[in-house]
């Protein structure tokens, strides 16, 4: 399939809806892992927050985040990705493209409803804990993902100190309930500790990022 615009047959854009370019290269590495066969670009949205910490955060990102998203959408992407896990504008954003937008809790989501028993989302920050749960439950995925729970770790500490967060992480995981089975790493820039924890956690480990782009490749190929 030729998508419009690009010399590549299949070109799918990751935006980060925040600023930090670090966090945009560390999706857009962990993405071109998880399905080599596509080929991603990443686009950082200059004008959002550093960091997406809540509702308050996700507001002031939408604004930009679609401006990049139609902009990737009239150049002709063959899928969009949010790189974002609280879905950050995602209903907006497919209301505008021409093509897949992709969030990357909705796509961790998914992934987790075909998993046998329940599995959890481990995310940074209090905050973001109420935007996620209300999308796990929008998306109609309670019961496949019914824990929702915060490791006390800001954003950008996954990437200035990722052992520390890592441990963060792995500590939140002892407080799961028992019959859990896997974990959601409630955040893009989680991918620079999934690594560590599938070392550390005696549980099944899913990214975000990781979804999203084998679903990308799924809908694209």
């Not at 006390?152 to 939140?172: H, N």
């Amino acid at each position: 399939m030729l998508a419009r615009g690009w010399s590549d047959p299949v070109t799918v854009i990751l935006i980060n809806p925040n600023s930090t370019q670090s966090m945009t290269q560390s999706a857009l590495t962990a993405a071109r892992a998880a399905a080599p066969e596509v080929t991603f670009e990443g686009w950082t949205s200059t004008l959002g927050p550093r960091a997406i910490e809540g509702p308050e955060d996700g507001a002031k990102a939408v604004p930009p985040l679609l401006e990049l998203v139609q902009k990737a959408s009239d150049q002709g992407a063959c899928a969009i990705i949010i790189a974002c896990f609280d879905d950050t504008g995602l209903r907006q954003a497919q209301l505008l493209a021409d093509c897949p937008v992709i969030g990357i809790g909705q796509a961790s989501f998914v992934v987790a409803s075909l998993l046998p028993g329940p599995t959890a989302v481990i995310t940074t920050v209090h905050a973001a804990v109420p935007v996620i749960r209300a999308n796990i439950q929008q998306l109609g995925f309670g019961a496949a993902v019914p824990t929702v729970i915060a490791a006390d770790v800001p954003v950008l500490k996954l990437e200035s100190a990722p052992r520390a967060a890592a441990q963060a992480f792995a500590s939140a995981a002892q407080n799961l309930p028992a019959q859990t089975g896997a974990v959601i790493l409630g955040c893009a820039g989680a991918v620079t500790i999934a690594d560590d924890l599938r070392r550390m956690l005696d549980l099944r480990v899913l990214d975000g990022v990781t979804a999203a782009a084998r679903l990308a490749h799924a809908l694209t190929a």
